[in-house]
């Protein structure tokens, strides 16, 4: 396993970390997720992200489970807030009594004193930047993180986060996007402001939910058990790509994969990891065997040719508009 910066930050990430959005808690049984974990361990990964939301809170409760015997100072974990957790009024966003509430409410269910990187989960359109920015400050100065991230937020967004962040003297040290080859949207304007402010990308969705795995074929129905399969799994999220256009072009990427000793999966991850602002790209797994052959692709370089060929493939499938990245007018 490689690490890479955080940004600028002295953090140091395992260039591939372990997501529990939709496995643990609802997908897979726990026993399997502590196996999952145990192979990310095992395999080198350090770095271990969730949300109080993922699985209605049971997600974080069983990553602090199956990490529980581990050294904390040798694990990075990132957690987030902001998605309803509760059924009341101050139960979502990003007030100072949300995020107060909440950074406990994960630290109870992680069985830890302190999370690496606390996350804004989306940008809050109701509560005034100031306010949130002071709570997280607030919570970094309690002990309870080290730095500070946000996630899905758009550049304009980032940066008047990042003008209070240094007024406050906390660490604004990452970005949380969706990105693949086939979802391009941070590329035009987070990552060049990213860059410029030294916030690092920690993406999820790097095989655009399974689709570049090439195991789903077009015109054949989608293997069962897959997440194209269980809505409780994300076969929302997947459905856009589940078309003949998009599966026949992902299918093309085969030979590119073979020439390069991979699978799709790994020349899917590895392809995220040649961005130099992607500082680590975030796997999720049901099964061990998934998440030791994903690690695979760490220090994995993928030569200029073949970058461009995989260019011309997907060209005409990539979600490119980077007014996609968006954050729900209302609180949840």
């Known amino acids: 396993m490689e690490f890479r910066h955080l940004g600028r930050s002295g953090l140091l990430v395992s260039e591939i970390a372990y997501g529990n959005w939709i496995t643990h808690g609802s997908q897979v049984e726990e026993e399997a997720a502590l196996a999952c974990v145990r192979a990310a361990l095992e395999s080198g990964i350090t770095t271990f992200d969730t949300a109080d939301v993922y699985a209605g809170t049971r997600a974080e409760e069983v990553l602090g489970r199956a990490l529980k015997d581990e050294r904390r100072d040798g694990l990075e974990i990132l957690t987030k807030v902001f998605w309803r957790t509760g059924p009341g009024a101050n139960d979502s966003g990003l007030s100072r009594k949300h995020i107060m509430t909440s950074i406990d409410g994960s630290l109870r269910r992680l069985g830890t004193d302190y999370v690496d990187v606390y996350q804004a989960h989306r940008y809050d359109h109701t509560t005034p930047l100031e306010e949130t920015m002071e709570a997280f400050a607030d919570v970094v100065r309690a002990g309870k993180a080290h730095y500070i991230g946000v996630s899905e937020w758009d550049a304009t967004q980032i940066r008047a986060a990042k003008v209070l962040a240094d007024e406050l003297k906390v660490r604004l040290v990452s970005s949380q996007p969706q990105y693949s080859m086939l979802w391009r949207v941070i590329e035009a304007e987070v990552v060049p402001a990213s860059q410029e402010l030294g916030l690092g990308q920690i993406v999820w969705s790097p095989m655009a939910q399974g689709v570049l795995t090439g195991k789903y074929k077009a015109g054949e129905q989608p293997p069962a058990g897959s997440r194209a399969t269980d809505e409780k799994s994300g076969a ?18 085969q030979p590119l994969a073979d020439q390069a000793g991979l699978t799709m999966g790994q020349l899917a991850i590895a392809w995220v990891l040649s961005n130099p602002n992607v500082s680590a790209a975030i796997i999720g797994a049901s099964r061990p065997e998934q998440v030791r052959d994903n690690v695979k692709a760490s220090g994995v370089k993928l030569d200029d040719g073949l970058l ?25």
């Open 236 to 253: 929302n999220f997947i459905a856009r790509w589940m078309t003949d256009e998009v599966l026949n072009t992902v299918a093309r990427l």
């Open 308 to 332: 461009k060929a995989i260019d011309e493939i997907v060209d005409p499938i990539v979600t490119r508009d980077p007014a996609l990245t968006t954050s729900p007018a209302k609180r949840p």
